[in-house]
């Protein structure tokens, strides 16, 4: 069974990058039987889909947040990442990754632990 | 965009009784691609249900989804305690994949 870990920064500065990275064990990020995303929850916006990545990079993006973010993939370390430039106070949220597999029709069935990203200066 | 509408809001009930979760989309949901979500305090959402009406590995037969195009249900028959819970639907079948706003279900 696939397991998701996220790590990255609990704090960051308003108008700058928030950089999040998920560590993808108990399976290969290349097997192509996933979806690799990102989702966010807070408590104004309730659940927000981020976007997704495939493993031949080919991605879907939230159009709310298109102009800022970037999901990648590291097929060497295994691990996806988020980035969401120019972040305001309204970017604080609890950031999951999760993956949609092909198992479950593509329904989202693994989700990291969350963490807590708070812009702030 | 669609926007998924969970009533109600929230529900107040007793362990042992049934109920049923609305989730009513703004436009067809293809494929039936609408799941359901679990989520206690301080966790992250589970996977309950995909496709409908299809659950998750793990899941007990309590747990039930129905329906298709724009109207779905969730129903949960004899609640046990840790069912009590917030309760998302999500479509997933036109990006962006958008959530419900959540119906909380709180031990009477």
């Known amino acids: 069974q696939v397991q998701l870990q996220e790590s990255g920064p609990g704090l960051v500065k308003p108008s700058q990058t928030l950089s999040l990275t998920c560590a993808v064990s108990g399976g290969s990020i290349t097997s192509g039987s996933s979806y690799w995303t990102w989702i966010r929850q807070s408590a104004g916006k309730g659940l927000e889909w981020i976007g997704r990545i495939y493993t031949n990079g080919n991605t879907n993006y939230n159009p709310s947040l298109k102009s800022r973010v970037n999901i990648s993939v590291d097929t060497s370390k295994n691990q996806f990442s988020l980035k969401l430039g120019s972040v305001t106070a309204a970017d604080s949220a609890v950031y999951y990754c999760?993956?949609?597999?092909?198992?479950?029709?593509?329904?989202?069935?693994?989700w990291g632990q969350g963490t807590t990203v708070t812009v702030s200066s | 965009e669609i926007v998924l509408t969970q009533s109600p809001g929230t529900l107040s009930l007793s362990p042992g009784e049934g109920v049923t979760l609305s989730c009513r989309a703004s436009?067809?949901?293809?494929?039936?691609?609408l799941a359901w979500f679990q989520q206690k305090p301080g966790q992250a959402p589970r996977l309950l249900i995909y496709t409908a009406s299809s659950r998750a590995t793990g899941i007990p037969d309590r747990f039930s989804g129905s329906g298709s195009g724009t109207d779905f249900t969730l129903a949960i028959s004899r609640l046990e305690p840790e069912d009590f819970a917030v309760y998302y639907c999500q479509q997933y079948s036109s990006p962006p994949y958008t959530f419900g706003q959540g119906t909380k279900l709180e031990i009477k």
């Open positions: 436009q067809s949901v293809i494929s039936n691609y």
């Open positions: 999760a993956s949609q597999s092909h198992r479950y029709r593509w329904g989202t069935d693994v």
